[in-house]
């Protein structure tokens, strides 16, 4: 069964002080097996991020349906379900990584991460293996684990965002462009820690600007321009 469904979606976005209104996407139809990776393409501007955001209801979704098959909660509709229900989903079953890092100050990084692990009910001592391992994986300096993160680089954040949304192994996972602005190196350890977690079932959608990064990752391929999932060929996109 498709553990995401989104038909004929649309947001449109209202500007009160001008009075306008400006349609950012519309009529989006995708379907997600659980374990797909589906990658998402199209130019600036185009509603990529507006449809991640909509899915993990940062933004209210206002055109449409997005069916998501929750372990807890059954099938049902993200444009329609409670806070308290979207709450949940996004602590045990859906996270969402940008490329910036929003959090609260006087957190110390490693903190974050075992909080991360703690809201879900994990025990305080295996939280902190936890969070030591995807830090140590993510190549964050361990001078740097009882830092606020205020003060971390872009590429620091960014690490560590990854780090919160993927150590709760997430049934399906958000990336929007999170790679963004990396090194290689660290682009590497983004791809490798995907890889693993594709292997371990994760359903993940992702924006990226690199197709070369996606190469060989994802199972399918959304143009924003035509506005069709194109399914890779041998894992080369073929748009
Ligand atoms: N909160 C918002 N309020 C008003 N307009 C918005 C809002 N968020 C996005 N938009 C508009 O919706 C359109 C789509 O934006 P979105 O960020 O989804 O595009 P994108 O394809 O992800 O772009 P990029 O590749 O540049 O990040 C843009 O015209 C943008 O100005």
């Known amino acids: 069964m498709a553990l995401l469904e989104v038909s004929d979606f649309g947001k449109q976005f209202i500007n009160h002080r001008l009075q306008v209104k400006r349609q950012a996407v519309k009529n989006i139809h995708f379907t997600l097996e659980e374990g797909q990776f589906l990658g998402i393409i199209g130019k600036s501007g185009s509603g990529k991020s507006t449809i991640l955001k909509s899915i993990y209801r940062t933004y209210l979704p206002d055109q449409g349906t997005i069916y998501f098959d929750s372990n807890h909660l059954g099938k049902i509709d993200i444009t329609k379900i409670s806070e308290r229900e979207m709450i949940y989903l996004r602590k045990f079953e859906i996270s969402y990584v940008s490329q910036f890092l929003d959090v609260l100050p006087r957190i110390t990084c490693r903190e974050l991460v075992e909080k991360s692990l703690q809201e879900m009910g994990v025990e305080h001592a295996i939280a902190r293996v936890e969070a030591e391992s995807a830090l140590n994986h993510f190549e964050i300096d361990e001078k740097l684990w009882d830092v606020y993160p205020n003060t971390f680089s872009g590429g620091e954040k960014l690490r560590l965002n990854i780090a919160m949304a993927t150590v709760k192994q997430p049934r399906l996972l ?29 359903t993940l959608i992702g924006i990226f600007h690199d197709i070369e990064f996606i190469e060989g990752l994802c199972d399918s391929i959304f143009n924003m321009n035509d506005h069709q999932p194109v399914t890779t060929v041998g894992n080369k996109y073929e748009g």
């Open 174 to 202: 958000l990336l929007d462009e999170p790679t963004a602005s990396l090194d290689q190196n660290s682009k590497i350890k983004v791809r490798e820690v995907i890889e693993k977690l594709k292997h371990s079932g994760t």
